[in-house]
């Protein structure tokens, strides 16, 4: 009888290669009593702690491209609070600082594509996107100055920080106290002010924001300005009680007034005055500057503060100039936004009602409708990615501008929000910087 070739077969091969033809997970018998084979226990090791690694790397992938996915969302979609607008804000601003983590979320779903396989591309291909996707907005601010032949540092817009601090306090002063609210300005010097002998420029900066803001919102823009010699007086002014859109402007030109009777105790020259604003404080200085005859609620103790000041040139920063209904439909994220539905409810309450109500005053508060030859030249700063401001404002006021002869400039910076020049080093501060230099030593 034969033997089944199988068992012939099993005992025919030496113990090794019987081994190599067992069947996968299966153990061959331990012949030595001795238990496993050296370096088995530091293999299974090794295996767990790369699994381990593996995960940790699709767990930091998945949230570099989670961040990247947010900061998207901020910076694209209608903000669902001025919180998350802030957010967005510095996202914009600062989203260079995003390429590298995603980068590293990219280098490390590649690395553990082993793992999870479609976990790990899905991953990849969100963390590689973001990388373009974050150095657009400083690429098109960089491509904005070279077009206008200004020099950008990229040191500076990495190192730059915020707007929100200075290397030295002004001097805190009272201008007035119209209806008893006493308003105050700050005055700032060059820092080398003692060893300057000439009179200097003076720049009147109205801030933007709300009636909490302190006169001196980012003083920072402060200092480089009275540094570039200029005397700077930051202005405080009553926010736009409710049915009296004029009185800020009035307080303006009651703080034109004063610098006028008290510029040269601190080395000012009272015969040469600028106005500044960002955002209601662009408004306002336009407001000042281009409304012809007298405004109520001045409360001034120097001169009059009714007439419209005899400024010699005027800077906006990111401003709305036409508060009719014909003027350009808001942003699209505005319009979607809760911010805009409060944004509309304040100017009704600014203006005294709906334009319906107040013709008026919506075209009165106007500059957009206050456009004549003689006005002061004119800078107009902008933002192309400005939810709160359509760009399209901005160039309809400066080809009203040009119709009348009066010189003016508009810089558009693509790509940057709202109160851009919260961030020091961006490359759109890095620009404005540029131009308001240029303008001023051009008119003042």
Known sequence: MHRPLTRLRSRALPGWAARVGARPGARSPDRSGSGPGPGSGSGAWAARVRRVLAWGALGLAAFTAALAVLAAALVLLPAPSWTAWQLGLLVLEFSLLLAAPCALGAALAWGARRRARRTALVLLAVNALAIPAAAMPPAAGWWAAREAGVPVSLGDYLTGGLAVSADREPETVRYAAPEGEELYLDVWQPADHAERDAPLPVVLNIHGGAEDEPQSLLP?????????????????????????????????????????????????????????????????????????????????????????????????????????????????????????????????????????????????????????????????????????????????????????????????????????????????????????????????
């Not at 402060?222 to 009035?250: K, M």
């Not at 505005?334 to 334009?355: C, F, K, Q, V, Y």
Request: net charge negative.
């Open 220 to 444: 920072r823009w402060d200092a480089w300005l009275a540094d570039q010699g200029y005397l700077v007086l930051d202005v405080d002014y009553r926010f736009f009680p409710p049915g009296r859109w004029w009185t800020p402007a009035a307080d303006v030109r009651c703080a034109v007034d004063w610098a006028r009777a008290n510029a040269e105790r601190w080395g000012g020259d009272p015969e040469r005055i600028a106005l500044m604003g960002q955002s209601a404080g662009g408004l306002i200085a336009l407001q000042s500057a281009y409304i012809d005859g007298e405004l109520p609620d001045s409360g001034c103790p120097e001169g009059d503060g009714g007439g419209a000041p005899a400024v010699d040139a005027v800077i906006a920063w990111y401003a709305v100039t036409d508060l009719t209904s014909d003027a350009p439909p808001f942003p699209w994220r505005l319009r979607h936004s809760p911010i805009g539905d409060e944004l509309a409810a304040s100017n009704e309450e600014m203006l005294g009602g709906t334009e319906d109500e107040a013709p008026e005053a919506y075209r009165d508060a106007s500059p957009l409708r206050h456009v004549r030859p003689g006005l002061p030249p004119t800078l107009l700063l902008q933002g192309g990615w400005d939810m709160l401001n359509s760009p399209e404002d901005n160039r309809r006021l400066a080809a009203e501008l040009e119709r009348a002869g009066v010189p003016h400039g508009l810089v558009e910076m693509p790509a940057a929000e709202h109160m851009f020049d919260l961030n020091w080093g961006g490359f759109g501060s890095q620009l404005a910087r540029a131009e308001i230099t240029r303008f001023l030593a051009d008119h003042l």
